[in-house]
Antibody, heavy 118, light 108 residues
């Protein structure tokens, strides 16, 4: 069955960058897109970006388009999300998820806690 | 961009109760709606998609309805394992995607 496994928690200083990985298994990676969503107590779930598993084309939410870069490595069925210029309010749990059908998200990775602290 | 308004934000209920959660979209989303359950410290889990279609393995006490801008998740008879947070996601004419703010379902 399809599964996404994310990299471990990160602690970063303001202004730094973080790169989170999302390794897919149990399905053909190039057939589906991968999306990234973050969750905070104050803002709930925020959609960040998506990337095609086929050709690496990406779309970004307006709030993140200047700071997020999505990439894929089809040889390892892994998607990556890099967030630059970290701020204190970027502290959140970051999730990847497979994009199914017309656009619902399933399954989700287990989440990666990114803490930004000076 | 499409905004999703979910209500209520929290709900107290007892085992065996029937509960209803609502999501309203800022425009017609043509049933492009999914519902998720999330337990503390866990990733969201898909319950329904296309507003009414039950994901494989999800108990039949969960159901969805609605059209246009208004959608409902119903749990017909609450079980102890159903106490969690629920939220909706729209995927019409994306990107961008958007989510409801969530409903925390607590034991009365």
């Amino acid at each position: 069955q399809a599964q996404l496994v994310q990299s471990g928690p990160e602690v970063k200083k303001p202004g730094a960058s973080v790169k989170v990985s999302c390794k897919a298994s149990g399905y053909m990676f190039t057939t589906y897109g991968v999306t990234w969503v973050r969750q905070t107590p104050g803002h709930g779930l925020e959609w960040m970006a998506r990337i095609s598993g086929y050709n690496g084309n990406a779309n970004y939410a307006q709030n993140f388009q200047d700071r997020v870069i999505l990439t894929i490595d089809t040889s390892t069925s892994t998607a990556y999300m890099e967030l630059r210029g970290l701020r204190l309010d970027d502290t959140a749990v970051y999730y990847c998820a497979r994009i199914q059908g017309s656009g619902w998200f399933a399954p989700w990775g287990q989440g990666t806690l990114v803490t930004v602290s000076s | 961009d499409i905004q999703m308004t979910q209500s209520p934000s929290s709900l107290s209920a007892s085992v065996g109760d029937r509960v209803t959660i609502t999501c309203r979209a800022s425009q017609d989303i043509r049933s492009s709606l999914a519902w998720f359950q999330q337990k503390p410290g866990r990733a969201p889990n898909l319950l329904l998609y296309a507003a009414t279609r039950l994901e494989s393995g999800v108990p039949s006490r969960f159901s969805g309805s609605g059209s246009g801008t208004d959608y409902t998740l119903t749990i017909s008879s609450l079980q102890p394992e159903d106490f969690a947070t629920y939220f909706c996601q729209q995927y019409f004419n994306v990107p961008p995607y958007s989510f409801g703010q969530g409903t925390r379902l607590e034991i009365k």
